[in-house]
């Protein structure tokens, strides 16, 4: 086995609740400007261990999620050794085949790959993103009549497939990043939650 990784997932983009492209429409401004960040629990990827680590997609999407052309800023976790950075690299971007590949094939630039101090939290189903002074998030579920947090489950597109997505809104939103044309100060827009198993 290539890699393994068992984690949590913290998303949030500039769309508004629910974010059509987790069922393959077009985004709500015509474009998505979002963060994907992937908190890894528990990961091995070529004997080498990831685990404790966070691999952040930024990305601009220029139209529908399936058209691709994504540009991407990539954020690793500044814990991260030289070899563990490159491991998160080559699984992430698609190199090393599984279900991270397909959805790197749909990246048409990586504009940069920095390494950054990441704060990722998950308490009581609300989460918290930090990635250096370029972003800052705070998430929290929708709360169905059971008590229970809203999934999402079988949709069209998911950057956490086969798992169920905890859809939820962001206090506040703040994103900058230059390279990229990001100058972002939101709340009430769209965030999801939720847990993610690839193994390729």
Not at 48 to 64: C, E, Q, R
Request: charged fraction near 20%; charge should be negative.
């Amino acid at each position: 086995m290539t890699y393994q990784l068992d984690g949590r997932l913290l998303e949030v983009c500039d769309c508004n609740v629910l974010c059509p492209c987790w069922i393959g429409e077009d985004p709500d401004n015509g474009t998505c400007r979002g963060i994907a960040a992937y908190h890894v629990d528990r990961g091995v990827i070529d004997d080498v261990d990831v685990s404790g680590l966070t691999y952040v997609n930024i990305g601009f999407l220029p139209g529908n999620v399936f058209k691709g052309n994504w540009r991407v800023f990539v954020a690793i976790d500044d814990q991260a050794t030289p070899r563990q950075q490159e491991a998160l690299l080559n699984a992430f971007q698609g190199r090393l085949g599984g279900p991270l590949a397909d959805l790197a094939q749909l990246i048409g630039e990586v504009v940069a790959v920095e390494r950054l101090p990441i704060n990722f939290t998950v308490a009581g189903g609300s989460g918290r993103i930090t990635i250096g002074a370029l972003a800052d998030a705070q998430l929290v579920p929708y709360i169905g009549a059971t008590g229970q947090p809203t999934t999402l489950n079988e949709s069209l597109f998911s950057t956490i497939p086969g798992s169920p997505a905890y859809v939820g809104k962001a206090d506040f939103y703040r994103l900058r990043v230059p390279e990229l044309g990001i100058d972002l100060d939101l709340a009430g827009n769209n965030a999801i939650q939720g847990q993610f198993r690839f193994a390729a």
